[in-house]
């Protein structure tokens, strides 16, 4: 019988090998055929998306690329006003989410397997949160690059209004500050609108894809009072100085808001789990005691 369940083993990992290696080669072959990428003007890919990239090139061009347009350009939509439309585009971000649909449900299906579980309803909830979570990812990005935008907007403004100050137009202001401002989403944004201003865009057309790239309410209010003050000819550095000081109380305001936030944020994390452990620390003694007093 030993020998039997030896063989049975040996035989079973064979086969899984021989399975692994078939899956390993039909991705290779499928990959091989898919077109390359002009990925000239996008991004780079993470080094933990590289590790799945052949099956996401494998889903968006075997199967992303047959969904309908409307799905396809709602997609890229909030792929471009979280930023992540540089790294791919709305056929791959959806042959990520099945990429992770199958990833979840493997990970669900070897921990099942290891502790020895009998949960088969887990199979069927494991695709779905798998598909969900590429959208947690895509929102979490989003509001990291709101705050990101939001806190360098007052310094771009700053170097922007003293380049205007000093004489040159709102292209060479632009540049100044793409050269002289922090890292980050909104000097990306300035680029691209620098880009289309060289490019014979008109200013305001401009800066009106921006606002609708970014869709945020301080952007937008900036973008509006930067195209009024053109159409009614004010002075361009006393609209950009406004915007200025006023994105900058809008910063500090946000701060006092937030900071008044925390101590109703510390409730519960209190309540849950630092008074319990300061009562057990405390009437620990007092229960010891006690015992050791034959009180109870």
């Known amino acids: 019988?030993?020998?039997l369940s030896e063989l049975l083993h040996s035989t079973a990992a064979l086969a899984t090998g021989a399975w692994v290696f078939c899956l390993l080669l039909a991705?290779?072959?499928?990959?091989?055929?898919?077109?390359?990428?002009d990925r000239s003007y996008m991004d780079p890919i993470?080094?933990?998306?590289?590790?799945?990239?052949p099956l996401i090139r494998i889903f968006a061009y075997y199967v992303c690329t047959n969904l309908s347009n409307d799905y396809l350009?709602?997609?890229d939509k909030q792929l471009q006003r979280t930023g992540v439309g540089y790294v791919l585009n709305a056929e791959q971000f959806v042959a990520l989410r099945f990429v992770s649909s199958l990833?979840?449900?493997?990970?669900?299906w070897f921990l099942i397997t290891a502790l020895q579980w009998h949960a088969p309803v887990l199979y069927l909830f494991a695709p779905v949160i798998g598909f969900m979570l590429p959208l947690l990812w895509l929102s979490d990005t989003r509001k990291r690059r709101e705050k990101d935008v939001i806190m360098a907007m007052p310094s771009f403004l700053d170097f922007i209004t003293m380049a205007v100050e000093a004489g040159l137009n709102l292209t060479g202001a632009l540049g100044q500050a793409m050269d002289k401002g922090p890292t980050g989403p909104l000097r990306n944004e300035f680029a691209i609108v620098l880009r289309d201003l060289r490019s014979g865009v008109p200013r305001s057309d401009a800066l009106r894809r921006m606002a609708e790239r970014l869709d945020i309410n301080e952007v937008t209010s900036f973008v509006s009072a930067m195209i009024q003050a053109e159409r009614m000819g004010s002075s361009l550095a006393k609209v950009l100085r406004v915007q200025s000081e006023q994105r900058r109380n809008e910063r500090f305001s946000r701060a006092e808001k937030t900071a008044m936030e925390a101590p109703v944020k510390l409730v519960f994390p209190l309540i849950v789990f630092i008074f319990p452990v300061t009562f057990v620390v405390l009437g620990f003694p007092i229960v010891m005691k006690f015992m050791a007093e034959g009180m109870f």
Not at 27 to 37: E, G, T
Not at 46 to 53: D, E, I, N, Q
Not at 103 to 108: P, Y
Request: glycine share 4%.
């Open 103 to 108: 990833l979840t449900l493997a990970f669900f």
């Open 1 to 3: 019988m030993s020998i």
């Open 46 to 53: 993470s080094g933990r998306m590289k590790l799945v990239w």
């Open 27 to 37: 991705i290779m072959l499928l990959n091989a055929r898919v077109p390359d990428d």
């Open 73 to 75: 350009e709602r997609t």
